[in-house]
């Protein structure tokens, strides 16, 4: 039996070059633009029947609009849950292509658009879905476990869709059955979930741009600062820096266990968006970012995910103005590759009902 908790000696590293990882960078707007904006966003979500569904690492303002129009923001395996839910025939999905792509699969009547096609993740550009039938034909007695943020082609080859809030509770399950775990794309997550399972894990190694930059030297030298801070890590980050944490989650996860425990302060090694929520909920403490190896000036590896940061009030008022861009930016899945991706999505939100 192989128990490794090491990414698959035999696969090559499917981590993104630094030429493929887009520059964060976006015009500044005034509050007076800002503000007309989410008005008109808020006015045309509402004329064309549309649902906003935001993840919690967008621009904290589309945050807010998904909130105040009936919309809604959380982590990946709720936004699945509430575009599946929500009575909208139109759906705008303000995150990354893969909960888009979600959506779409979940309810493949609807229609489901995203303010830009562009904002991709690393873990699903790190799993290219050939590649990954090969790791597959390779290991047939497994069972295929794959994490949320793959593409459709990836999923329809899965026996399970996971998700950071879900994966671990999954993965005890199927161990306790005796199951065999073949897991993609995240190598530091599936790291986490197989130290905390001991499950027998075979490893996919593909890895997060933002959580992989996370230090843990820089992150102690942090704690000797603030001695009292907790420390609140998202599990896509490396095992050096898990093991420092107070607690380990989703970002829900996150959000919840900065209520919970008692800290005044955290320092914080996820994606600095999520501070505006954190902010909103816990106007008395204080958040910190948790250092990266970033050097700040061209924020290839500070704590923003550059894709998530494609969303801005500026193409997602055009995504509702403009029928052509509009066009451009909507989400298609083949019925029958979304048919069979639907499958182990469907078993995770039914596992998590
Ligand atoms: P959550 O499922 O915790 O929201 O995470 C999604 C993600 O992309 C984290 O980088
Ligand atoms: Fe993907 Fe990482 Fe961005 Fe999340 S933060 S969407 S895992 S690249």
Redesign the pocket.
């Known amino acids: 039996m192989v128990m490794s908790n090491m990414p698959n000696q035999s696969l090559p590293d499917y981590s993104l070059s630094p030429e493929q990882v887009p520059l964060v960078g976006s015009l500044a707007l005034d509050d007076t633009e800002r503000s007309r904006l989410k008005a008109q966003i808020a006015e045309k979500l509402e004329a064309q029947g549309a649902a906003l569904i935001a993840h919690y690492?967008v621009d904290g303002d589309i945050q807010d609009l998904a909130e105040q129009t009936g919309g809604f923001v959380s982590d990946s395996l709720e936004m699945a849950r509430f575009g599946r839910d929500h009575k909208a025939e139109n759906l705008v999905v303000a995150g990354?292509r893969f909960m888009g792509e979600t959506a779409k699969i979940l309810s493949p009547e609807k229609r489901v658009f995203m303010p830009t096609l562009q904002a991709e993740?690393?873990?699903?550009l790190g799993c290219p879905p050939e590649d990954f039938a090969q790791f597959i034909q390779a290991h047939p007695d497994h069972t295929v476990v794959v994490y949320a943020?793959t593409s459709a082609k990836v999923k329809a080859q899965a026996d399970w869709v996971v998700t950071s809030s879900c994966a671990l509770e999954i993965v005890a399950s199927l161990k306790a059955k005796g199951e065999k775990i073949l897991w993609a794309p995240?190598k530091h997550l599936g790291a986490y979930i197989q130290s905390q399972t001991q499950a027998d894990m075979l490893l996919w190694s593909g890895a997060?741009?933002?959580?992989e930059e996370f230090k843990a030297k820089a992150l102690t030298d942090l704690q000797r600062v603030y001695p009292d801070a907790g420390v609140l890590v998202h599990p896509?980050s490396p095992a050096s820096v898990i093991e420092i944490a107070d607690a380990v989650g989703s970002t829900s996860a996150i959000i919840r266990a900065a209520k919970e425990l008692p800290n005044e302060t955290f320092i914080v090694a996820t994606?600095r968006g999520i501070f505006h929520k954190l902010r909103r909920e816990n106007p008395g403490k204080t958040f910190i970012e948790a250092p990266t190896a970033g050097d700040g000036a061209t924020c290839r590896s500070c704590a923003h995910?550059p894709?998530?940061a494609m969303n801005e009030l500026r193409n997602l008022d055009r995504l509702l103005t403009d029928a052509s861009y509009r066009a451009g930016n909507e989400i298609h899945v083949e019925p029958k590759l979304g048919l069979r991706a639907k499958m182990p999505l469907d078993r995770m939100l039914a596992f998590q009902a």
């Open positions: 690492y990354v993740c690393s873990l699903d943020n995240d997060c741009v933002v959580h896509e994606d995910c894709w998530m």
